[in-house]
């Protein structure tokens, strides 16, 4: 069945410093991928999403491109402030399914 | 426009208790979902619904019932809690706008004893 796979966290950086959180998915078909951002004590939010190979996804600095080629979804941004601080959650929706598939999630912490 | 709310916030249950989390949208969605969510196992699917009246088996649905009797409120059972439902509840809904974009409620911590 469909899958995503991310990096294990908890991931530790300090102010400014680059940011990239990995995910592979594996899938039978063309999914739509997306990735939720969770503040602390909050529910999830939609950061970014891609429906289709070579799109690329971005919101608030965040960017992630679909690579079907390798069949990734890597979160990135170039500069981390201390309110980025939060879990990330992967996830994929297969073939125009209403269900999305999580990945267990990457928790980020940013420091001044 | 309040979006996804959940009732209620906390609550805590004796083993054999029953309760019901209530789960409402004010977005015309067609989708609802009750997810849980434990340390290390990311969010995974109870049930799910698909319009008015209708319900679906999510990925772990055992121990749990829902009902969807209005559009906008989508309700989760437990009829005799476990402490392995011990967990974060969130409820989302959504609709087609070229995905199934999800929108969350912030969430019902429940602590089973």
């Known amino acids: 069945g469909d899958s995503v796979t991310q990096m294990e966290g908890p991931v530790t950086l300090s102010e400014e410093a680059f940011l990239t959180i990995n995910c592979t998915y594996t899938a039978t078909g063309y999914p739509s991928l997306f990735w939720y951002v969770q503040y602390p004590g909050e529910g999830l939010q939609l950061l970014l999403k891609a429906t289709k190979a070579d799109d690329k996804g971005s919101n608030k600095g965040f960017e992630a491109t679909y690579r079907k080629e390798t069949t990734s979804f890597h979160l990135e941004k170039g500069s981390v402030q201390v309110s980025d601080s939060a879990v990330y959650f992967c996830a994929l929706s297969e073939g125009g399914s209403e269900k999305l598939v999580f990945g267990k999630g990457t928790k980020l912490t940013v420091n001044p | ?113």
């Not at chain 2, 969130?90 to 912030?106: H, K, L, N, V």
Request: charged residues 15%.
């Open chain 2, 1 to 113: 426009n309040a979006g996804v709310t959940q009732t209620p916030k906390f609550r805590v249950l004796k083993t054999g208790q029953s309760m019901t989390l209530l789960c409402a949208q004010d977005m015309n969605h067609e989708y609802m979902y009750w997810y849980r969510q434990d340390p290390g196992m990311g969010l995974r699917l109870i049930h799910y619904s698909v319009g008015e009246g209708t319900t679906a088996k999510g990925e772990v649905p055992d121990g749990y019932n829902v009902s969807r009797l209005k559009k906008q409120n989508f309700l989760l059972g437990l009829e005799s809690a476990a402490p392995s439902q011990t967990s974060v509840y969130f409820c989302a809904s959504s609709r087609w706008t070229g995905t199934y974009e999800q929108y969350f409620g912030p969430g019902t911590r429940l602590t089973v004893t």
